[in-house]
């Protein structure tokens, strides 16, 4: 019953015959002693008179109850009628707090717990309402497979580009704590590290409502990546030298470096992909690179894979809260999320663990085909392989016509971030986009759908017909773009942009943009990638910009850039705004730029009042 209602009712009792009512037995490892008459609200007899059995109440309680249990002891007999009144809002049911010590999990001993957490976590998500604690501590997590996988990866094992075999639709991999159609549960983790061995995603919220990921720290005991120092640059190579957390085979893949600048306290911006090495004696490594500029004493960052698992995978789920997440280290992106309605995220760090500069392999958070909200507050994100935040729908390409407004349509095999195709629904909203210009032409509404996900395509009815010459245009999906706020969020050197966004209604305030490699904040479609689609009402405001990288009329719609400073280190421009319906530039403070504001192919501006 919701707090704060009371209900009473009056209704004779008949005999209570030795029964009481045990409203925890199901969801409480320790329920409090039986409860006795008066705890549940049964007042004095008022009459007593003959014997005769009325268990109205009880049926009552257990409908408002209904995952109590009812058992009898021999503990108390009543008069024979009692006029009793109780009060319903009296008898709470009593959520389930599941601790993964009852299930053999100790943080800390150095040994497996992943058997243990995967009992737990399948307890609470069988009981909606539970919350799972772990406490604080360094949970150990093997799982065999995922240990194959790793070694399979970091040995070369896999032909070509390994994200083709490991980050392709469908493929099998390993989740970690999978909570799978989990309702209404908190997971308080505040102080608790889940050490991964083996490549996995290590969280997986898939088909679940309410749920909330409190304090959780994720990381890896074998880091997807590597850390050299540069004791000496030879001509074209650098001499590297490793420590014993970063053993060397010379299978070992090597997909991309950049220089980690000590005397900048920053990456320096350049990387140099597939670079060839040799191990020259035991944790010494010669390699290819020295146009990156490093010098003696700065550090190699080396990544061994590209996109694999992320290390939290939300799909197909609504109204979720990550607060007080950190993740060191992940093979592939930090946080996925695809067809997520409401998203809140508190205080999640994408960051290097003590003593690294390396986090994720690539994206921070990446988000597809979502609803609602995704909102962040004070989150902070270093060291990551690509943008911080990546938000968009797919552009998709109808490849045939199968008559009266059917079409088929599909996305290239390889952009799946939630691994799943993406597909249409009835009700949706689509807009044909020009593929030379990504210009919206018109929109149409889909009549029907179906998917067909083993073959990665869809068939769709519009309400309306394409033209003849499908093969010029895309297919972009409006009704899933959702509403974007960030809120006093810290980015500091990574690679590519900080902020992507591809989505309608976005607000970026209070933010710091620190040393980022790529443009600060990107809005804008990216056809190549087919990630949709055009922009409109995008507002940012009292922003710091610490020397960051660099950045067809009316594809976009409304940009406001105000309030901001913006601090470049011999940049082209501050702010470079192009193909907008409208931009507002004003009362930003822009210096170390060459020039202040460029604008260009947009049909109205107002750039004012900004100050050097």
């Keep these: 019953m919701a707090e704060g209602v009371r209900r009473t009712f009056r209704t004779p009792y008949a005999h209570w015959i030795s029964t009481t009512l045990d409203l925890c037995a199901l969801t409480d490892p320790n329920p409090p002693s039986i409860l006795n008459p008066r705890q549940m609200g049964i007042r004095d007899p008022v009459i007593s008179t003959g014997f005769q059995k009325h268990w109205g109440p009880l049926r009552q309680l257990k409908r408002m109850c209904p995952m ?146 409190e304090g959780l720290t994720i990381d890896y005991k074998r880091k997807p990546f590597s850390e050299g120092v540069i004791r000496e640059v030879r001509g074209d190579s650098f001499d590297l030298e490793f420590d014993e957390r970063f053993p060397l085979i010379p299978e070992l893949p090597l997909c991309r470096m950049m220089v980690w600048d000590k005397t900048r306290n920053r990456v320096t911006g350049d990387a140099a992909y597939n670079p060839k090495g040799t191990i020259t004696a035991p944790g010494k490594m010669t390699v290819q690179g020295s146009s990156l500029g490093g010098k003696p004493g700065d550090i190699a960052l080396i990544i061994h894979g590209f996109h694999a698992r992320p290390a939290i995978f939300i799909h197909r789920s609504e109204t979720i809260v990550l607060e007080g997440v950190t993740i060191h280290a992940q093979e592939g992106m930090g946080v996925v999320g695809d067809r997520v309605h409401d998203l809140h995220v508190r205080k999640l760090r994408v960051v290097p663990a003590p003593g690294f500069h390396q986090s994720t392999n690539t994206d921070a958070t990446h988000y597809t085909s979502c609803t609602g909200l995704i909102r962040y507050e004070d989150c902070e994100f270093q060291g990551q392989g690509d943008d911080a935040i990546n938000v968009h729908n797919y552009y998709q390409t109808v490849t045939r016509s199968l008559g009266d407004n059917r079409y088929e349509a599909k996305c290239p095999l390889w952009y799946s971030h939630g691994g799943a195709l993406d597909h249409y629904d009835a009700g949706d909203v689509v807009e044909l986009v020009a593929r030379d210009t990504l210009k919206p032409e018109r929109r149409c509404k889909v009549v029907a759908a179906t998917p067909f996900p083993k073959e990665w395509r869809q068939e769709i009815t519009l309400d309306a017909p394409l033209p003849e010459d499908t093969a010029a245009y895309y297919l972009a999906n409006i009704t899933r773009f959702p509403r974007v706020e960030m809120v006093r969020c810290t980015m500091k050197s990574h690679l590519a942009r900080s902020v992507l966004l591809k989505n309608r209604h976005s607000v970026i305030e209070d933010c710091v943009f620190d040393q980022c490699t790529g443009t600060a904040i990107h809005v804008g479609a990216e056809g190549d990638w087919h990630e949709s689609g055009p922009c409109e009402d995008v507002v940012i405001r009292r922003c710091r910009f610490i020397r960051n990288g660099r950045g067809v009329p009316g594809i976009h719609g409304r940009i406001v850039i105000e309030d901001n400073r913006i601090e470049g280190e011999n940049a082209a421009r501050g702010v470079y705004i192009t193909g907008a319906t409208e931009a507002v530039v004003r009362r930003n403070t822009i210096t170390g730029c060459t020039e202040q504001v460029k604008v260009e192919a947009t049909h109205r501006t107002d750039v004012s009042a900004n100050t050097p």
């Design 68 to 213: 109590a249990t009812y058992q009898r002891h021999a503990m108390l007999r009543l008069p024979s009628i009692i006029f009793a009144t109780i009060a319903v809002a009296s008898l709470p049911c009593a959520a389930a707090v599941i601790s993964v010590a009852d299930f053999g999990a100790k943080p800390g001993d150095g040994i497996n717990d992943a058997d243990a957490l995967r009992k737990a976590v399948a307890a609470a998500r069988s009981q909606p309402g539970a919350t799972l604690l772990l406490p604080p501590g360094v949970y150990d997590f093997r799982d065999e497979a995922a240990v194959r996988i790793q070694n399979d990866w970091m040995t070369g094992k896999l032909t070509g580009n390994p994200e083709r075999t490991l980050f392709a639709p469908y493929a099998p991999h390993v989740k970690g704590l999978d909570f799978t159609g989990a309702r209404d549960l908190t997971i308080k983790a505040v102080g608790a590290t889940l050490l991964c061995d083996g490549w996995m995603e290590p969280v997986s919220l898939i088909e679940c409502t309410k749920v909330k990921l």
